[in-house]
C-alpha cells in the first residue's frame, strides 16, 4: 500500500516499523494466547501504544458475545464502559462485520460511530478520537468479531497501510480463535451477530 506523498522517507520508515512491531506483537499474543478471553485482551494490549491509543476487540461465537478494551493510557473506568456496549451499539463496527472488509476513517464522520455510552456520551468523543479503523474478524467467510484502533485527534491519521496490517491481525487472531476453540460455526454466528443476539 501507498503511503501519503506529503509524509517524508523517515515518517514512512516509522510507519512501517510501527505497524510491523504491532503485527509482531499480536502475532507473539495470538500464539502464547490459552484462553479466548485472554486472547483478546493480549490482541487489545499488544495493540496500544504507537500503533493506537485505544483498541476494542469484540468476537461473538455461537451467542457469546466477548469484547476486551485496552488503551495506551489507562482509564479503567471508561475501558469498562465501552465493554458493555453491544457490537450491535457501534455502527462502523457493525458495519465492518456486515460488509465482511476493513474500514478506514481518516477523521471523524460521525461522533456516534463507535457507539454511545449511558448518559449520551460518544465514545470518538471520550476517545478524543481523531481517526479509527476496524477489521473484521473471519471464520468460514463470516465475520465472527472484529478489532478496532483508535488513534487521538494529535495523533497521526491511520494509513491504509495500517489498515492492511490491522487486516492481518485479525486474520491471525482468527486462527487463534479457531486453534482455541476447534473449527467455528460461523455461519452460526453470524446469523445470531444479525439476529441481534448478544
Avoid at 469484547?67 to 450491535?88: C, F, M
Amino acid at each position: 500500500m501507498n503511503l501519503p506523498a506529503d509524509l517524508w522517507p523517515a515518517e514512512r520508515v516509522r510507519t512501517w516499523a510501527t505497524a510491523l512491531d504491532a503485527l509482531a506483537a499480536a502475532g507473539a499474543a495470538a500464539v502464547a494466547a490459552t484462553a479466548e478471553r485472554g486472547l483478546l485482551a493480549e490482541t487489545a494490549d499488544a495493540l496500544t501504544g504507537r500503533f493506537a491509543d485505544w483498541v476494542i476487540v469484540d468476537v461473538s461465537r455461537s451467542g457469546v458475545a466477548s469484547r476486551s478494551v485496552a488503551s495506551s493510557r489507562p482509564d479503567p473506568e471508561l475501558a469498562a464502559a465501552v465493554t458493555e456496549l453491544p457490537v450491535q451499539g457501534c455502527p462502523l463496527i457493525s458495519s465492518a462485520m456486515e460488509q465482511r472488509t476493513p474500514l478506514v476513517q481518516a477523521s471523524v464522520a460521525d461522533p456516534a460511530e463507535l457507539g454511545i455510552l449511558p448518559g449520551g456520551r460518544r465514545v470518538a468523543d471520550v476517545f478524543d478520537a481523531g481517526s479509527y479503523a476496524v477489521s473484521p474478524i473471519m471464520a468460514d467467510e463470516n465475520a465472527i468479531g472484529a478489532i478496532t484502533i483508535v488513534r487521538g485527534s494529535s495523533q497521526r491519521h491511520v494509513t491504509f497501510l495500517e489498515l492492511n496490517v490491522l487486516a492481518q491481525i485479525a486474520d491471525l487472531t482468527a486462527r487463534a480463535i479457531e486453534r482455541l476453540n476447534g473449527p467455528a460455526s460461523g455461519s452460526r454466528a453470524h446469523r445470531q451477530y444479525l439476529q441481534g443476539a448478544p
